[in-house]
């Protein structure tokens, strides 16, 4: 069976992102930072990138490079990344927050070119861009996909623009509104859902750095907030927040990368006086599913209809066998080009033009609700972390024979990285937990570690994670 969204397909321009988000300049506050003031209009931002983008090609960047860039939210970093992709390159985006090491890993998986100093842009009046490609690669994104593996995603021109075109469907998004930028850029749901969006649609973003509820908060009212994006962490800080400014004027709120808890959910609502909904998407597909303006009476616990001009199927994981509960496949004009040099990830990725998005899902009344999840990746605090990549540092440990990790299941943090050790000398839990977090960015850190006899595996030697959660459920 073949689910369909409720609205029709959209036409797709056959233009560049830049071109697309970019196409207005007026005298119209386009970013500002919540801390620093720093600001541009929609005419300096227009004006920037293009000089941006000559300067880069004075440079000698070209079709067929990647410059990175590696940064926190910011005005300048919307200067950047569309100054890169109307040079003709592609833009690699990547987590400030991992180590020297860690992004040296993906510059090289991405083939990154240069990076970009936002600080220091490089500036012409005279180069010559080259022609616009909406069939080339404007983006490359990174995700751990179904196997746990850090890719590169390839993202096209199109398949943005397609789901640019897709999201604004739903989300109204214009001129009157104000969206908080807190979620990272190098995110998709970031650089997606919020800044392209934001700015396609005419708003004001107001970036700021990650905080504290109360701060959080505050920076809402201060600057009249009009739609905010939540992920559960948020979510949590929020509803448990005792003082919240009145009459913040929210008209919509967002929650997304991993399912909230409907307690949560609604106490969180409940302080913000604003609908908080839902959304469904993945680095691969941008998002497939949304709550639209005019639908909010509908199930909050849902994840929405899918976006115009998606269909989804939902069957038995690893198949094509049709099934009530099951993974869901998703195709649709948003879909990516595939991982970068990966030709095995990206067929495996596939089946008959269908992405799978390795997530248990059912469906009910065209509504879709994510049940569990068929990858193994954990999600803390919304950010993703391989097992595959903790379990390798670990075995480096010379008391560690073996080990596995799962993601224990947080109030706060959504899941927390947790491991069960075989060990062959001696070590202690705060040993092994500081080894860890002296390779990895801070969210990736083992946070528990249990020690057993031994770790589970199938016949071929793959780790029956499932059997240590439910273990760890019992004990919890």
Same mark, same amino acid.
């Given at each position: 069976?073949?689910?369909?969204?409720?609205?029709?397909?959209?036409?797709?321009?056959?233009?560049?992102?830049?071109?697309?988000?970019? $196409?207005?300049?007026?005298?119209?506050?386009?970013?500002?930072?919540?801390?620093?003031?720093?600001?541009?209009?929609?005419?300096?931002?227009?004006?920037?990138?293009?000089?941006?983008?000559?300067?880069?090609?004075?440079?000698?960047?070209?079709?067929?490079?990647?410059?990175?860039?590696?940064?926190?939210?910011?005005?300048?970093?919307?200067?950047?990344?569309?100054?890169?992709?109307?040079?003709g390159?592609?833009?690699?985006?990547i987590?400030?927050?991992?180590?020297?090491?860690?992004?040296?890993?993906?510059?090289?998986?991405?083939?990154?070119?240069?990076?970009?100093?936002?600080?220091?842009?490089?500036?012409?009046?005279?180069?010559?861009?080259?022609? %616009?490609?909406?069939?080339?690669?404007?983006?490359?994104?990174?995700?751990? $996909?179904?196997?746990?593996?850090?890719?590169?995603?390839?993202?096209?021109?199109?398949?943005?623009?397609?789901?640019?075109?897709?999201?604004?469907?739903?989300?109204?998004?214009?001129?009157?509104?104000?969206?908080?930028?807190?979620?990272p850029?190098?995110?998709?749901?970031?650089?997606?859902?919020?800044?392209?969006?934001?700015?396609?649609?005419?708003?004001?973003?107001?970036?700021?750095?990650?905080?504290?509820?109360?701060?959080?908060?505050?920076?809402?009212?201060?600057?009249?907030?009009?739609?905010?994006?939540?992920?559960? %962490? !948020?979510a949590?800080?929020?509803?448990?927040?005792r003082?919240?400014?009145?009459?913040?004027?929210?008209? !919509?709120?967002l929650?997304?990368?991993?399912?909230?808890?409907?307690?949560?959910?609604?106490?969180?609502?409940?302080? !913000? $006086?604003?609908?908080?909904?839902?959304?469904?998407?993945?680095?691969?597909?941008?998002?497939?599913?949304?709550?639209?303006?005019?639908?909010?009476?509908?199930?909050?616990?849902?994840v929405?209809?899918?976006?115009?001009?998606?269909?989804?199927?939902?069957?038995?994981?690893?198949?094509t066998?049709?099934?009530?509960?099951?993974?869901?496949?998703?195709?649709g %004009?948003?879909?990516?080009?595939?991982?970068?040099?990966?030709?095995?990830?990206?067929?495996?990725?596939?089946?008959?033009?269908?992405?799978?998005?390795?997530?248990?899902?059912?469906?009910?009344?065209?509504?879709?609700?994510?049940?569990?999840?068929?990858?193994?990746?954990?999600?803390?605090?919304?950010?993703?972390?391989?097992?595959?990549?903790?379990?390798?540092?670990?075995?480096?440990?010379?008391?560690?024979?073996?080990?596995?990790?799962?993601?224990?299941?947080?109030?706060?943090?959504?899941?927390?990285?947790?491991a069960?050790?075989?060990?062959?000398?001696?070590?202690?839990?705060?040993?092994?937990?500081?080894?860890?977090?002296?390779?990895?960015?801070?969210?990736?850190?083992?946070?528990?570690?249990?020690?057993?006899?031994?770790?589970?595996?199938?016949?071929?030697?793959?780790?029956?994670?499932?059997?240590?959660?439910?273990?760890?459920?019992?004990?919890?």
């Amino acid at each position: 069976m073949i689910y369909r969204s409720p609205l029709p397909a959209v036409v797709v321009p056959d233009t560049t992102v830049p071109a697309h988000v970019l $196409g207005q300049r007026r005298d119209k506050l386009a970013l500002l930072d919540a801390v620093t003031g720093e600001s541009l209009t929609y005419d300096e931002l227009a004006t920037q990138v293009e000089r941006t983008a000559k300067g880069l090609v004075a440079q000698g960047i070209a079709p067929g490079d990647t410059v990175a860039v590696v940064s926190g939210n910011r005005p300048m970093y919307a200067v950047g990344l569309h100054a890169i992709m109307a040079a003709g390159a592609t833009a690699a985006l990547i987590n400030p927050l991992l180590t020297a090491t860690e992004i040296e890993r993906l510059k090289a998986l991405a083939k990154v070119t240069t990076t970009l100093d936002l600080d220091d842009l490089p500036a012409s009046d005279t180069a010559t861009l080259p022609p %616009p490609d909406p069939r080339g690669i404007a983006a490359v994104l990174f995700s751990s $996909g179904t196997t746990g593996l850090t890719k590169a995603v390839k993202l096209s021109h199109r398949a943005l623009v397609a789901n640019l075109e897709q999201q604004r469907q739903g989300w109204r998004i214009d001129e009157t509104d104000v969206l908080a930028a807190n979620l990272p850029f190098f995110h998709v749901y970031g650089f997606s859902i919020v800044l392209n969006s934001g700015l396609l649609g005419g708003a004001t973003l107001v970036t700021m750095p990650r905080s504290d509820a109360g701060t959080y908060l505050s920076r809402l009212a201060e600057h009249r907030v009009t739609r905010a994006f939540l992920v559960p %962490p !948020l979510a949590a800080a929020i509803a448990d927040q005792r003082e919240v400014p009145e009459n913040l004027g929210l008209k !919509l709120v967002l929650c997304g990368a991993a399912p909230l808890d409907e307690g949560i959910r609604r106490e969180a609502e409940r302080k !913000l $006086g604003a609908p908080v909904r839902q959304g469904y998407g993945l680095t691969e597909a941008g998002g497939t599913h949304q709550t639209f303006d005019g639908d909010l009476d509908t199930d909050p616990a849902s994840v929405g209809v899918l976006s115009p001009g998606t269909e989804a199927r939902i069957v038995e994981p690893g198949t094509t066998t049709d099934t009530a509960v099951g993974e869901m496949l998703v195709r649709g %004009p948003q879909l990516m080009d595939g991982y970068l040099d990966d030709e095995e990830a990206t067929r495996q990725a596939f089946v008959d033009g269908w992405l799978r998005t390795g997530d248990l899902v059912r469906v009910h009344n065209g509504r879709f609700y994510v049940v569990d999840r068929v990858k193994e990746m954990i999600k803390y605090k919304g950010y993703q972390v391989a097992p595959a990549e903790l379990e390798a540092l670990l075995r480096r440990h010379p008391a560690v024979r073996d080990a596995a990790v799962i993601g224990a299941p947080d109030r706060v943090n959504g899941e927390v990285p947790k491991a069960f050790v075989v060990t062959e000398g001696d070590v202690t839990a705060n040993e092994l937990m500081a080894f860890v977090a002296a390779e990895v960015a801070p969210f990736k850190k083992v946070r528990q570690v249990e020690f057993v006899e031994e770790i589970p595996k199938s016949v071929s030697g793959k780790i029956l994670r499932r059997l240590l959660k439910d273990a760890d459920e019992c004990e919890s």
